[in-house]
């Protein structure tokens, strides 16, 4: 008989490995239908019956029969290495993420810490893939990459930095409940230090994550295809495993440190504990009423993440990207000086503002951002324009349209 | 559990030992930076073991996120093959083998076979000192008195006797240490910078 | 034989020793500069387990051993870098990072 802190070790690790596989499996889906969307056309649309919702799961059984190519020139033992480490590195992570209240495999005191830490080792594969692969393209890759990460691993970590000094805790679980309640107790709106950090670590996670407009190691029109250029089959896919699991993970931290966790924000009160008290007596909680608080709150936290990696997506198909000298610019002479200024103006911040200043502050910033949340919202829902269903829009009409190209043809 | 623990040490102990041969025996550098990665992964692990989660997660983001990227960038910058490796003579070899194990014999001869620390208390639950931890360490890097307890440098802890509290903090070791690092960081870049020879022809 | 099932401090300590005398072995043996330098990590790191091992078996040097690790890590991380400018200027001047040609300085 094994003892039971194994076994819940294994369920939690089994269960995390299922969880990332099966975002990254939607993610991947959500990708490619959102780059169709943008770039005016559908995206995957016939595995599965209706839109495409079967394709990742096809790409994943055709990269699975894939020959493993390993390239003549390359170093097979850091070649055949890499793409595990990159793909340690996002998932070990997880370990350290709460999902609900009390929902996390390691409730550790130093979680972000952790996070971070374990995060910044995921570099190391990307390396060791650019180099082994003995292509000057992937080499090329490899070297943007370790820049790039070192670099901005600096001001992502000093962004951390700001909310870990509001809560006085590390403890990723802590700095949640502390936004419990309505949605002004977040801490984006809870001063203007905390707002501008949440677009500061945003910037840098998505460059940690190698994400466009960020992604020099893998800059399709210069570099064929950076660092995974020689890969294939299941090794490639499993830098995309690590991709996506680390894009939701820098996610995850964001709505702990900035979005207020697993707490809605649209209730007082935090849901699991108080379904218990109702669903119990005063004395005795009701394990049924936290079971079924938790199970929203997880709900909401996954949300909540989910949301934040379609804003990178987003991102991703709507700006170019930045030269690598840019790249470096941007951390070294842009996001480094604001992040350690936001570090320093939100330890003097309330110390230096009367208490009606701060809280009437926090009020106007949630209301503001609320409402322009919800208009943003609505200008989405009733933008003009020519349903898909309709057909073509008029300018491609007028394209099909005889004599249209007819100098081109003739 | 307690067997687990131990299972748990050596797995990790022995693969971490082996990886930091590794990195000795190994001609291709890259390949060496790999292995020691590994090893100060492994390191890692071992401080986590010992309940030292804050210095287990510095050993991370700083050794393994930084240094180490560091290193192999300096590979890649200073390479001329594509896979470099530096021949050393055989001589060499048995001389310097000779001399490690010498120095391991004497040194694990010396662990094992010291009395003072036979006795000592077993370590506490991980659980229970885990957060204690992190928070006394800032304490005492922030200078709060009475955060470290007194100990006499050479000895050690007499169990009759509690641990007691005195003014002891690592306030200014901590202030030295990141004007050091400054100081570092200008000196770096101004050794690593671009020169350019006057008159020089490649 | 069955290894003893309890863990002490001498298991850790030996360790270090391990990962001390690698560390020494390869600054010997190794050429290139960036392999020496390679070496100067893993002896900080086996003096960091002992400082660990021993900060969590002796209660009254519980800080100690943790405050001294990081110190010896942030150090160490200030070493590699100035270390490693150096060999850039070094490969600069000479074309090589090998150690062996760094004699102009011999008597």
């Known amino acids: ?410 | ?202 | 034989m069955n290894p003893p099932v309890e863990i002490g401090l001498t298991h850790y300590l030996s360790l270090g020793a391990v990962m001390f005398v690698c560390g020494a072995v390869c600054m010997a043996t190794k050429r290139n500069a960036i392999g020496i330098l390679m070496g100067v990590e893993l002896v900080l790191n086996g003096a960091n387990i002992n400082f660990v091992a021993f900060a969590a078996f002796n209660p009254a040097f519980d800080i100690e051993g943790q405050v001294f690790a990081l110190f010896v890590i942030v150090l160490a991380a200030a070493e590699a870098a100035v270390a490693l400018a150096i060999v850039l200027n070094f490969y600069n001047n000479h074309m090589t990072v090998d150690v062996d040609t760094a004699e102009e300085l011999k008597g």
């Not at chain 2, 090893?39 to 930084?66: P, R």
């Open chain 2, 1 to 202: 559990m307690m067997e687990f623990q131990a299972f748990l040490f050596y797995f990790v102990a022995i693969l971490t030992g082996l990886c930091a041969i590794a990195v000795v025996v190994t001609q291709n550098i890259v390949r060496s930076a790999a292995w020691l990665m590994f090893a100060l992964a492994g390191t890692s692990v071992i401080f986590f073991l010992l309940g030292a989660d804050f210095v287990a997660a510095t050993q991370l983001i700083v050794y393994v996120g930084g240094t180490l990227v560091l290193v192999v960038f300096g590979v890649m910058l200073t390479a001329q093959g594509p896979f470099i490796s530096m021949k050393t003579g055989a001589v060499e070899w048995a001389m310097s083998t000779l001399v490690g194990l010498l120095l391991v014999g004497v040194l694990i001869g010396t662990i094992v076979r010291d009395p003072t620390w036979k006795d000592l208390p077993k370590p506490k639950p991980t659980e229970a000192n885990q957060s204690f931890n992190s928070v006394a360490l800032g304490e005492s890097l922030l200078g709060v008195e009475e955060a470290t307890p007194e100990a006499r440098l050479t000895g050690t802890f007499d169990p009759r006797t509690a641990p007691r509290r005195t003014r002891m903090a690592y306030l200014l070791p901590f202030e030295i240490v990141s004007v050091h690092l400054l100081v570092v960081l200008i000196g770096a870049a101004y050794l690593a910078r671009a020169k350019r020879r006057r008159g020089a022809t490649p």
């Open chain 1, 1 to 410: 008989m094994p003892p039971l802190g194994l076994i819940i070790a294994v369920v939690s690790v089994v269960a995390l490995l299922t969880f990332v596989a099966a975002s990254a499996v939607f993610l991947i889906w959500v990708e490619r239908k959102v780059a169709g969307r943008i770039q005016d056309r559908l995206g995957p649309t016939r595995v599965g019956g209706k839109f495409g919702w079967l394709q990742t799961i096809a790409d994943g059984m055709k990269l699975l029969v894939k020959e493993d190519i390993i390239p003549g020139s390359a170093d097979q033992f850091l070649f055949r290495l890499g793409p595990y480490i990159a793909f340690c590195g996002a998932f070990v992570a997880f370990i350290a993420l709460p999902f609900g209240n009390g929902v996390v495999a390691l409730d550790m005191n130093i979680a972000i810490f952790f996070m971070l830490a374990v995060m910044s080792t995921e570099v190391f594969g990307i390396i060791m893939a650019g180099y082994g692969s003995g292509s000057k393209w992937s080499l090329f890759g490899g070297m943007r990459e370790a820049a790039q990460m070192v670099s901005y691993e600096v001001p992502m970590a000093i962004c951390v930095l700001v909310p870990v000094i509001v809560a006085g805790s590390m403890n990723l679980s802590e700095i949640a409940r502390a936004q419990t309640g309505w949605i002004y107790q977040w801490y984006l709106f809870r001063d203007p230090f905390t707002f501008c950090a949440f677009w500061t670590y945003f910037c840098c996670a998505t460059a940690s994550c190698k994400r466009a407009p960020f992604d020099l190691a893998e800059a399709e029109s210069e570099l064929v295809a950076g660092f995974h250029t020689e890969y294939s089959g299941l090794r490639w896919s499993f830098f995309f495993m690590g991709e996506y699991g680390a894009m939701f993970a820098v996610s995850g931290i964001a709505v702990h440190l900035f979005l207020g966790g697993w707490n809605l924000g649209l209730v007082p009160f935090e849901l699991s504990d108080q379904f218990a008290k109702w669903m119990g007596t005063a004395s005795e909680p009701s394990m049924v009423g936290f079971v079924i608080g938790n199970a929203i709150n997880v709900i909401v936290f996954i949300t909540k993440g989910m949301l934040l990696v379609f804003v990178m997506i987003w991102i991703r198909w709507t700006l170019p990207r930045l030269r690598i000298d840019q790249v470096m610019m941007t951390c070294l002479k842009y996001l480094l000086p604001i992040s350690c200024v936001l570090l320093l103006g939100v330890s003097f911040w309330h110390l230096a503002m009367p208490s009606f200043v701060l809280q009437g502050l926090r009020y106007v910033l949630a209301t503001v951002c609320v409402l322009w949340f919800l208009w943003t919202v609505r200008q989405v829902l009733t933008a003009k324009g020519t349903p898909l269903s309709q057909g073509m829009p008029a300018w491609w009409k007028e394209a099909e349209a005889p004599g249209y190209g007819s100098l081109t043809r003739t």
